[in-house]
């Protein structure tokens, strides 16, 4: 049986006026990396949850992207990281909320998954949970970037100033996701965030929440990006996979109509999804979503604003 990947790096993108073609070609190289991780566990037979565990990680350790080492601030100056992972056949499900230490948040929701009877752990319980886990950790320095730390200046100087909103996707959220269907036929879906730049301490987002920004059943999997409080309200990834397992909606129909949905609602921000077939889809209603997907023929095709993937050389 065929396998397929699908990942995402967040519908947070830059303005086209504003990405250069050096930044363009780092962020397709960061996504094309990821896809790669992923590849190489599915082309050898693995599971689809340990293909969307390594494509996460890839993301999470490139600091162009709002997950790991790349993480927004929050309005303290602080960074609260959330992730989870979910494995479709037997839902099984792991989740960390506001964290920081951990290297990989990936990897300790996983943890959470299969070294715990609960599924989400947040804060100081989760951190404490991930050092008995014999996790890596990391200074708070690690996941410092100035490109954040600055846009996280100009966030709070607006708001001083009571300013027009006027940034772009880029500067507000951002998250990284992966799904899969591995040659079993089995479906999982990983999600990890920084949040919104200057997100009140404390605030969780829809990535962790299954159903929210994260799902995976034997139907479909999904993770979700963008406006994190809309995919919450509106239980966005489990609506998708409702409509495909009862109500005989294709996958595309389903996220597509969705997506579109949610647009009209003032909620901006887009997904990846796979079905049991291995069909893949990756609607956005936002300026962009960095997005790519690859299958058994090794060929990493990519995207960042509304247009046809291109294969990655």
């Known amino acids: 049986m065929s396998f397929s990947l699908a990942i995402h790096g967040g519908a947070g993108v830059r303005r086209r006026e504003a990405m250069t073609e050096k930044a363009e070609a780092k962020f397709r190289a960061g996504l094309a990396a ?3 991780a992923g590849h190489r566990v599915l082309a050898a037979g693995g599971s689809a949850l340990d293909a969307v565990t390594q494509a996460v990680i890839a993301l999470e350790g ?5 997950a790991g080492r790349g993480a927004v601030f929050t309005a303290a100056g602080t960074h609260e990281m959330d992730a989870a992972v979910m494995d479709g056949i037997t839902r099984a499900a792991g989740a960390v909320a506001g ?6 948040p990936v990897l300790a929701a996983r943890a959470v998954m299969e070294r715990s009877e609960h599924v989400l752990l947040i804060g100081e319980g989760a951190l404490s949970f991930c050092r008995e886990q014999g996790l890596a950790f990391e200074e708070e320095s690690y996941f410092y970037t100035e490109r954040r730390w600055r846009a996280l200046q100009e966030e709070l100087e607006r708001r001083r100033i009571a300013g027009e909103d006027r940034r772009d996707d880029d500067a507000r959220h951002g998250t990284v996701g992966a799904v899969a269907r591995d040659a079993a036929g089995n479906l999982a ?3 990890s965030t920084g949040g919104m730049t200057a997100k009140a301490p404390g605030r969780v987002g829809d990535s962790p929440i299954l159903g929210a920004g994260t799902w995976a059943d034997q139907s479909c999997a999904i993770s ?3 406006h994190g409080e809309f995919f919450m309200r509106y ?4 609506e998708i996979a ?3 397992r009862i109500g005989g909606e294709s996958l595309a129909q389903a996220a597509g109509q969705v997506v579109a949905e949610l647009g009209t609602l003032g909620g901006s921000g887009g997904l990846i999804a796979v079905d049991a077939a291995g069909e893949v889809a990756l609607p956005f209603n936002s300026s962009g ?6 299958g058994e023929d090794g060929v990493a095709l990519i995207g960042i604003y509304d247009e046809p993937l291109t294969a990655q050389e």
């Open 34 to 36: 990821s896809l790669a």
């Open 62 to 66: 490139d600091p162009q992207f709002n």
């Open 99 to 104: 964290i920081c230490g951990p290297r990989n």
């Open 189 to 191: 879906a990983a999600t």
């Open 224 to 226: 979700a990006t963008g």
């Open 235 to 238: 239980a966005v990834a489990h």
């Open 242 to 244: 409702s409509r495909v």
């Open 289 to 294: 979503m960095y997005r790519g997907q690859i």
